[in-house]
């Protein structure tokens, strides 16, 4: 059963617009020139895919990358008739053919959010013991120096640090008492490292606690 | 709500497919109502896959955008695809994470290097942002096809991100004066290496027609402000002042206003025009925004193909006020949801709000309506502005010389999706 239908066609070299002449056979498509009637290009609709058009046309190409020859009906009726002789067009329109893709984006989100919860403190609890002091002294006094720019103003008289005030040295001894010693407290010699000479500014305890949580001695 | 809307839009669609075949014009035969239902499939399927999804939603927005625009009676088409977009973010994140690998570490440095690295990091990426917004524009000209032909690019991404970079300094020390130039030389930068085909195009819009029409525009926004800065300097006594500062202390403004009695008024005076500045500016983007879209139309041309644009200024300013009566009525929504959502969790617990599961109902409700509303609003900024300044922008082209284009002829060219994803990534992505 051959039957035929008027077309536009574009045959992907130049951008000259046909008026073609489409034969619809049980398997591939014809095109010819409206005019003399030559074959311009002979489409089987297994090669053939549905690209998105507006409403009330039809716009074919050849599947693959590479070739972007078109074929535009614009006939409703011819368009039914190629869709229900060539089942295996596939279509390249906006959601088709999204489903398996979003399954694997959901499992893909899911497996982001186990690796977030579980693998990430998983994997810092054993990066962590395996930091050496050194990186991890320069990361203190990486963030302690950012923290005083952020927080020490300069403009009070009184001192910035906690412990260093006549009336704080006896808290702050003792304090050091209770760290735990291993070679003295690490936690004041990294204090005392970074400190430098006291500083004019608010009486801010901001700084010493980032000293506890970034140069505390290990478990 | 949206009833209305469809109306019209139905109507407006009906009447462009009527003239489907029609040469010389351009028409956008979309609809809102499939447009809005492509956006809120995508934004359920964002939420759903953390995001992954947006590769396939920017696919799909573009396919409908492109196949729905006939120029000349024919369609244009979006060939890309979602899979090239991720592969493409992929190379991007892999260009990147090392880099911020290196400006982190480097930040740990004590030294000098410390100080510059923000800068230089800031430089890098700013660099980097233009690099891709020019390797995006490739990618996106190459996925479209017209009449059986892509489009092409070629010029040196680089050499744009360094000219853009340049523009972008001038623009700020000149306080925008420089934009109308620095806009025309980067567009035509971009469009004398574009190509239809083996049809190149070329810009011909010049910065002083630009800067000339822009002025009055500038001149109200940036006014104000200026005048201001200019008063509060006179009004401020400043030998005392720096006096003042540098004595040091506490209740530094006390001690200012004491050594300069004009300060308050000043500030305020500086405060006032900065806000007059702002106001003026959020009044004027419309009429900018259509003032810039009518010059880079008329610009442009391909071979003997000639476009002129008669956007009506106050059809932008209809779309904005939509956005705006739509944003009233979405916050009214989150509002009323978020106080049954607020009553409920305290009906529920009794204690109202206070106890550990409550607190975590609570957190998790708020962070639920707050990444909904992102959403919601991502959705209907789409429909209502970019739909309508894509119809907008194109419906009112008219287009001359129309005859070249039965003489084009193909080029094989093709492009990475790299440049989009590193766009993506940098967040200067558009469509």
Not at chain 1, 92 to 107: D, E, K, N, Q
Not at chain 2, 14 to 24: F, I, P, Q, T, Y
Not at chain 2, 107 to 129: E, H, K, T, Y
Not at chain 2, 205 to 224: A, E
């Amino acid at each position: 059963m051959t039957t035929g239908a008027p077309g536009i066609f574009f045959d992907g070299e130049t951008s000259i617009r046909r008026a073609v002449w489409v034969e619809i056979d049980a398997a591939s498509l014809a095109i010819r020139g409206a005019e003399i009637g030559e074959i311009l290009a002979r489409w089987p609709y297994s090669q053939i895919e549905q690209i998105s058009a507006p409403e009330g046309v039809m716009r074919l190409g050849r599947a693959g990358k590479g070739s972007f020859a078109r074929l535009e009906i614009r006939d409703p009726a011819v368009a039914d008739t190629i869709e229900r002789l060539g089942s295996s067009i596939v279509a390249r329109r906006a959601g088709a053919g999204h489903a398996r893709a979003v399954l694997w984006m959901i499992t893909a989100a899911i497996l982001l959010l186990a690796v977030g919860y579980f693998g990430v403190p998983a994997l810092s609890d054993r990066l962590a013991p395996l930091m050496p002091n050194r990186v991890e002294g320069k990361l203190g006094a990486a963030i302690d120096a950012q923290v005083r720019s952020m927080l020490d103003a300069g403009r009070s008289d009184k001192s910035f640090d906690c412990g260093v005030a006549d009336d704080e040295t006896p808290g702050r001894a003792a304090f050091d008492k209770l760290m735990p010693a291993r070679g003295g407290s690490r936690a004041a010699d990294c204090a005392t490292r970074h400190r430098g000479a006291p500083k004019r500014g608010e009486r801010h305890c901001v700084a010493w606690r980032t000293y506890l949580r970034v140069c505390r001695p290990h478990r | 709500m949206m009833g209305a809307i469809d109306a019209i839009d139905r109507a407006r669609s009906s009447r462009a497919a009527d003239s489907l075949g029609h040469a010389g014009e351009v028409h956008f035969l979309g609809t809102a109502t499939i447009f809005r239902r492509i956006l809120i499939r995508g934004a359920v399927l964002l939420l759903l896959t953390l995001g992954i999804y947006r590769f396939w939603l920017v696919t799909d927005i573009r396919r409908f955008l492109w196949a729905n625009t006939r120029i000349a009676g024919d369609g244009l088409e979006y060939v890309g695809t979602a899979g090239e977009l991720l592969l493409g973010f992929l190379m991007a994140i892999a260009i990147l994470i090392p880099l911020y690998a290196a400006v982190f570490i480097s930040a740990l440095d004590l030294g000098l290097i410390r100080r510059v690295a923000g800068i230089l990091a800031f430089a890098l990426l700013a660099l980097l942002g233009q690099f891709a917004i020019y390797r995006a524009r490739r990618y996106r000209l190459t996925r479209t096809v017209f009449r059986g032909l892509r489009f092409h690019q070629t010029g040196s991404a680089w050499r744009y991100a360094v000219c853009a970079l340049f523009w972008w300094v001038m623009t700020i020390v000149t306080l925008g004066l420089a934009y109308p130039w620095g806009q025309a030389s980067l567009e035509r930068y971009k469009l004398s290496h574009t190509f239809y085909g083996n049809l190149g195009g070329r810009f011909e819009g010049s910065g002083t027609q630009l800067f000339v029409r822009g002025f009055l525009m500038w001149l109200l926004v940036v006014g104000p402000s200026l005048i201001g800065v200019a008063l509060a300097i006179r009004a401020v006594d400043w030998a005392p002042l720096a006096e003042a500062l540098s004595r040091g202390g506490d209740d530094v403004l006390d001690k200012i206003e004491g050594a300069s009695p004009g300060f308050a008024a000043g500030l305020v005076l500086a405060l006032f025009a900065f806000v007059l500045s702002g106001l003026f500016a959020a009044a004027l983007y419309p009429a900018f925004q259509a003032l810039a879209l009518r010059w880079w139309t008329s610009g442009v041309r391909f071979g003997e193909i000639a476009m002129a644009s008669r956007l009506p200024t106050a059809s932008i300013y209809r779309i904005y006020f939509r956005l705006l009566w739509y944003s009233l009525l979405l916050g009214l929504v989150v509002v009323a949801v978020a106080l049954i959502a607020w009553t409920a969790v305290g009906l529920l617990d009794g204690s109202a709000g206070t106890s550990k599961p409550a607190e975590f109902v609570q957190t998790v409700a708020f962070i639920g309506i707050f990444i909904v509303t992102a959403l919601a609003y991502s959705t209907m900024y789409q429909v209502i502005v970019k739909l309508s300044l894509w119809r907008l922008g194109f419906e009112s082209v008219d287009i001359t010389g129309l005859a070249a284009l039965d003489r084009v002829k193909a080029v094989a060219q093709s492009s990475t999706a790299m440049g989009e994803g590193l766009a993506d990534a940098l967040n200067v992505a558009s469509y």
